[in-house]
């Protein structure tokens, strides 16, 4: 949940509006099984946005962090 507000802000930061789908699950914190949420972005913006999102990935794989 935490990388995808990360995610998220970061795509703000480069001035792509985006939304993560899935933010009010009942779930949330009372299973062990990992919860999908979906960072959307506008067509428009996708490409841009792929970008961002694999540099994103890449900077928290060389830092050792996962996925919260």
Avoid: C, Y
Wanted: glycine share 6%; net charge negative; charged share 25%.
């Amino acid at each position: 949940f935490q990388e995808a507000h990360l995610l998220s802000e970061r795509l703000e930061a480069e001035g792509i509006e985006s939304f993560i789908q899935n933010t009010s699950s009942p779930l949330d914190g009372l299973v062990a099984a990992d919860q999908v949420k979906v960072v959307q972005v506008l067509p428009s913006d996708g490409s841009r946005a792929r970008r961002v999102a694999a540099a994103f990935e890449k900077e928290r794989n060389a830092s050792g962090e996962t996925a919260a």
